[in-house]
Nanobody, 127 residues
Framework: QVQLVESGGGVVQVGSSLRASCTASGRTFSNNNMAWFRQVPGKEREFVAGFIWNSGSTYYADSVKGRFTISRDNAANTLYLQMNNLKPEDTAVYYC????????????????????WGQGTQVTVSS
């Protein structure tokens, strides 16, 4: 059974840092584009950061560019999201997602392109 399991969320103060992790089990995701999305109640799930499997290219939403860094460790089958200088508007449930294998980078921010999802980890930034 394929599973993505996030961890590393929490409650922090403005300006703090967190590192979210997403560990995959059941198969390897080294040939899959992967991404982080986030969602707050009443709003659509939004793209945060993406990692393209073959080029290693990374993409970020404008709202997190320069503060967040996505990375992956294929040997550990784990995706990371380093979040620095956190702001109250970063408060959300963060989800890890993976596309089917061997996809191009086309529409990397479209959540409909992802068919594997984790259960989410809550990040709360208090002012």
């Amino acid at each position: 059974q394929v599973q993505l399991v996030e961890s590393g969320g929490g409650v922090v103060q403005v300006g703090s840092s967190l590192r979210a992790s997403c560990t995959a089990s059941g198969r390897t995701f080294s040939n899959n584009n992967m991404a982080w999305f986030r969602q707050v109640p009443g709003k659509e799930r939004e793209f945060v950061a993406g990692f393209i499997w073959n080029s290693g290219s990374t993409y970020y939403a404008d709202s997190v560019k320069g503060r967040f860094t996505i990375s992956r460790d294929n040997a550990a089958n784990t995706l990371y999201l380093q979040m620095n200088n956190l702001k109250p508007e970063d408060t959300a449930v963060y989800y890890c997602a993976a596309q089917p294998p061997y996809n191009s980078a086309y529409r990397y921010s479209d959540n409909r392109r992802y068919n594997y999802w984790g259960q989410g980890t809550q990040v709360t930034v208090s002012s």
